[in-house]
């Protein structure tokens, strides 16, 4: 139950795109299409914004999208907005033995 | 509204228990898995523990492993985690969260997450 890996922090000005990554393993990330990726403001529960590597929930702006390839996931924000500084996680299935597991996380500053 | 509402957070020393709960409505509770999600001071998230729909399929971080254990009573909407022989390093934000309903398993994704309950373990 090894944590993804996030880069820790990620910047880019209003409307610039901005991608953050998360690699797993074969085990987790490569091995299931169940990657989800939430956005959390401080002192908030997170909210889940892209779930099954690509489908994004009613009410998830299309602004914010998602991708795989091997294992490594990757988190696209598009034309960023102040509201988008926060931290995002990823997060996989582990198999079925398993609790999921998160990434540790990356800030995202709007510059 | 879908809610979810934990209680059960406090100070406790190390060594100790302390039963979380996770009570819910708004929904159908008895369809969906549950888990419980923690968040120590500055740090990311983590799973901890979860269950299926009929509370008879329980999974568990290697970290609380054989400490914690989880339950649900359906008849009552809500769901427990009991926390015994607690350590520092479970100090931590316990969120309680439900499957979503577009989703196959709850670590693929979580819709609804409680406002979360505050576990210190300390002397």
């Known amino acids: 139950q090894s944590a993804l890996t996030q880069p820790p922090s990620a910047s880019g000005s209003p409307g610039q795109s901005v991608t953050i990554s998360c690699t797993g393993t074969?085990?987790?990330?490569?091995?299931?299409?169940?990657v989800s990726w939430y956005q959390q403001h401080p002192a908030k529960a997170p909210n889940l914004l892209i779930y099954?590597?690509?489908k994004r929930p009613s009410g998830v702006p299309d602004r914010f999208s998602g991708s795989k390839s091997g294992n490594t996931a990757s988190l696209t924000v598009s034309g960023l907005q102040a509201e988008d500084e926060a931290d995002y996680y990823c997060?996989?299935?582990?198999?079925?033995?398993?609790?999921?597991?998160f990434g540790g996380g990356t800030k995202l500053t709007v510059l | 509204e879908v809610q979810l509402l934990e209680s059960g957070g406090g100070l406790v020393q190390p060594g100790g228990s302390l039963r979380l709960s996770c009570a819910a409505s708004?929904?159908?509770?008895?369809?969906?898995?549950m888990g419980w999600v923690r968040q120590a001071p500055g740090k990311g998230l983590e799973w901890v523990s979860a269950?299926?729909?009929?509370?008879?399929?329980?999974y568990y971080a290697d970290s609380v492993k054989g400490r914690f254990t989880i339950s649900r009573d359906n008849s009552k909407n809500t769901m427990y985690l009991q926390m015994n022989s607690l350590r520092s390093e479970d100090t931590a934000v316990y969120y309680c969260?439900?499957?979503?309903?577009?989703?196959?398993?709850?670590?693929?994704?979580?819709?609804?997450w409680g406002q979360g309950t505050t576990v210190t373990v300390s002397s």
């Open positions: 969260g439900k499957r979503a309903p577009y989703c196959t398993t709850i670590f693929s994704g979580v819709d609804v």
């Open positions: 708004g929904f159908t509770f008895s369809s969906f898995a």
């Open positions: 269950l299926n729909a009929g509370g008879t399929t329980t």
């Open positions: 074969s085990s987790d990330v490569g091995g299931y299409n169940y």
């Open positions: 099954e590597v690509t």
């Open positions: 997060s996989s299935y582990a198999g079925s033995n398993n609790v999921g597991v």
